[in-house]
């Protein structure tokens, strides 16, 4: 049987010496060679420690500290320069706010003039990626970035630290289109070897769980997701991050546990994109286990929270995500027709509810509603055109074009709304997930399941339900209608297969109605 969590035991008994020479008082070990004065020696490690776990506004102000108390110490202005690029991997790049803040930054930085021919490789290095950075799209700034470090990396070999900030940018041209993972497992590969040689690293197992954030190669990264929240937990993002991993594999307790941890830790440090983004996952987690009372809490919470920046997109997604989660997963559409647009955001979140109230509608038979969302969704796809934002764009249109199914479905146009829904799947199959969300509202295979379930084609149903399964395990969805198109077969004993998976995992608390049938079904079963 597949499993579909893993127990969380080493919560209570992994632990990760922070006694190196460089602690950075539980932000991991690092040792970045420096010419900067002995006196801030500490402060610049801690400060490198929390580039290595994305803690943006702290590790700004803490580089700035360093460069105040030794105005010499060219190397910092890199360390804020570098901070400022934001998520990597994001594919969105900063705001015009934090680019200009950077640029002051490497101007300083080279006025300064940094003390050895490596910090200056380290400035210039991260100028690549700031160099005519308002016209450049962020795909070439990642390209360049990425080949700017590589040549600081061999022209310096016996530099870890360069190696370990090279893979991660080498992870950052990874195409969400590109299923052979390869910048994923060059970056990979480098950062295992790292991680061998510095098992309290923080960059070395948080890059490792971003290189492995995949379904095909997802379970090679449960080592470092394992460890990463015990060498970092200072720090928000390290809390969050090995859900990045549970979640591919689907296991629902572990991120669950990591990011409650983490949505705490973020509260209080009043980092709330980080606090947002944890609840986010924790709401997707705790639906599949059924454990719709605990993601209602999370979802009422989430909507409460604000001081976030608004000029990133990660706590405005979640905003948004988590609501549209709560009713799509259950199946609740009267309530998905009913979820309020919000003002302002980006164009890819504001699709989120959008997309919800249009299934919702189509689902509970409003037509007319579901046409007027539909619309909005092509409004925000050309918005996102417009602004050559592709990945994105091709989002929003998978949405369209699903909402678009189940609308002529419910008008009675079956072959129609069959193929629009075969196309939305086929298409989506072509590209990974974004790394701000824990998975798509509905994955469109598993919509495709729902409606050849629907029109009677149990046979053909169960096999989208398998295929879903395969790029998005432990779906609670998924594992039901894989069990309901068995039954309609007839295959008592692929029925029975997929209702045990079901009630296995909503292990606990739940208020499904979908469990209670699995239970009749077994019991009978066993007669």
Known sequence: MQRVFAPVLYILVFSISLTAQHSSHQLGTVDFMNSCSPAVQEQFQRS????????????????????VK???????TWGIAAILMSNPLTG?????????????????????????????AYLEAVAAYWEDWANRPEKTRQLNRSKAYAAVAANYP???????FYALYLSGTQSLADQTYSAYLAAAEILEKQFAKYPDHPGAAHYL???????????????AARRYAYIAPAAPHALHMPSHIFTRVGYWKDSVATNARSAEAAKADKEFEEQLHAMDYMTYANLQMGRD?????????????????TLRFVGPYAQAAMPARYALERGDWKLAAKLEPKSGGFAFTAALTHFARAIGAARSGDVELAHREIA???????????????????EVEISRVAASAWTALAQGRKAEALSLMQSAADV??????HIVTPGRLLPARELLGDMLLELGRAADALKEFEATQIREPGRFRSYYGAAVAAEKMRDTSKAAQYFSKLIELADGPNERSELTKAKKFLAKAKK
């Open 92 to 120: 969105i790049g900063p705001s015009t706010e934090w680019a200009a803040r950077a640029r002051a930054a490497i101007d300083e930085g080279r006025l300064i003039s940094p003390k050895t021919p490596r910090e200056k």
């Open 48 to 67: 490198v420690a929390m580039l290595h776990s994305f803690r943006y506004m702290e590790g700004e102000k803490s580089f700035r500290e360093v460069l």
């Open 209 to 223: 769980i971003h290189s492995y954030d995949a379904p095909a190669i997802a379970a090679k990264g449960l080592n």
């Open 293 to 309: 009372t605990e993601a209602k809490r999370i979802v009422d919470e989430g909507a409460s929270v604000s001081g976030f920046n």
């Open 70 to 76: 030794d105005p010499s110490c060219a190397i910092a």
């Open 376 to 394: 909005q969704l092509e409004r925000l796809r050309d918005e996102l055109k417009s602004a050559k934002s592709e990945y994105w764009a091709g």
């Open 428 to 433: 989506e199959d072509k590209s990974e997930k």
């Open 158 to 164: 016996d530099d870890d630290e360069a190696k370990i």
